[in-house]
């Protein structure tokens, strides 16, 4: 059963998160997503992610698409206009990617590329509504096309700092809904009980909503997350429990495996982050059951 619906039949859905090379060696790439291709229902790329350049998402889409695996592409306004953004939405199409992430792309100060000047022509709730209009059978500046494309499309839920900021950002993934979203994606999270109200609320949106699971790697990592995004709530216990452990790699595949299974009664679905440990994924699957 397609990605899409699953969500329509309101299945569990499991997406995994895998980044396209900094280069063409897709060896990698590949190699990870045959290992998960009959268990999860899609992975998404995103598309030079941190600001960082990459070999473009609807390449690693199309990779996706030729091992017969459902892919889900990040689209940003960071990088390109609207014309180019409508074409490749439809070159998406044509080479078999109906799956549509609408994301906000981090500043360029932060990736590799300091002196790359961003575009945005326009913003994330009009690409929402130019993917609708297209899917309608017209472009942006209101030409009929020559075939009509069809796209899933979802959008984002950006970390918030606190009740006020997470109101703003359910009011925001509201006017994304309206223009066109039919699934949501949460930030990572790392305490089920912690993130009930943020997930109840975020239900009542009244599409799919899909928590991210991010796999502490180490100490180190859960710490920094703890400090400088205090959304994530990662709890001091938490951080005890990777410290004390003996093995404490497996210790954060455990975590992740463990909250997977913990919202497969609460959510419509996970999307796994492991940021480089794509080749874990099927641990945390195991540990996850699925």
């Known amino acids: 059963m397609s990605f899409s619906r699953r969500l ?9 998160e895998m980044h396209t090379p900094k280069g063409v060696n897709i060896s990698r ?54 014309m180019a953004l409508q074409g490749d939405l439809l070159a998406a199409h044509v080479l078999g990617i109906e799956n549509i992430l609408v ?28 993917i609708r209009s297209l899917v309608e059978g017209k472009d942006m ?23 006020k900021a997470m109101e703003e950002e359910l009011a925001l993934a509201k006017r994304k809904i309206d223009a066109g979203c039919r699934f949501v994606i ?3 999270v790392f305490d089920v009980d912690s ?11 009244g599409v799919p909503v899909i928590p991210t699971v991010f796999l502490l790697k180490s100490v180190a990592v859960a710490r ?9 709530k990662i709890s001091d216990a938490l951080i005890s429990r990777i410290r004390k452990s003996a093995d404490r790699e497996n210790e954060g595949i455990r ?16 999307l796994i982050q492991t940021l480089g440990w794509e080749h874990r994924i099927p641990a945390i699957l195991d540990v996850a059951g699925l």
């Not at 329509?8 to 995994?16: G, I, M, N, P, R």
């Not at 990736?111 to 945005?120: F, K, L, S």
């Open 8 to 16: 329509q039949s309101d299945e569990f859905v499991v997406l995994a």
């Open 29 to 82: 790439l590949v190699t990870d997503a045959r290992r998960i291709k009959d268990r999860v229902d899609a992975i998404v790329i995103p598309d030079m992610d941190n600001g960082i350049m990459r070999m473009s998402a609807l390449a690693g889409g199309v990779l996706m698409h030729r091992q017969g695996i459902e892919a889900i592409i990040h689209v940003y306004c960071r990088d390109r206009n609207r």
């Open 103 to 130: 994301v906000h792309g981090e500043e360029m100060e932060v990736g590799d590329h300091h002196e790359a000047r961003p575009v945005n022509d326009i913003d994330e709730i009009e690409l929402i509504g130019a």
């Open 141 to 163: 500046a209101g030409f009929e096309l020559d075939g009509v494309p069809s796209f899933k499309t979802g959008c984002t839920i950006a970390p918030f700092a606190d009740q």
């Open 186 to 188: 949460t930030p990572p």
């Open 195 to 205: 993130s009930a109200d943020f997930l109840k609320k975020a239900a009542a949106l």
């Open 224 to 232: 920094y997350i703890a400090t400088n995004e205090p959304s994530a």
């Open 255 to 270: 975590i992740a495996g463990e909250t997977v299974a913990a919202l497969k009664g609460i959510a419509q679905g996970v």
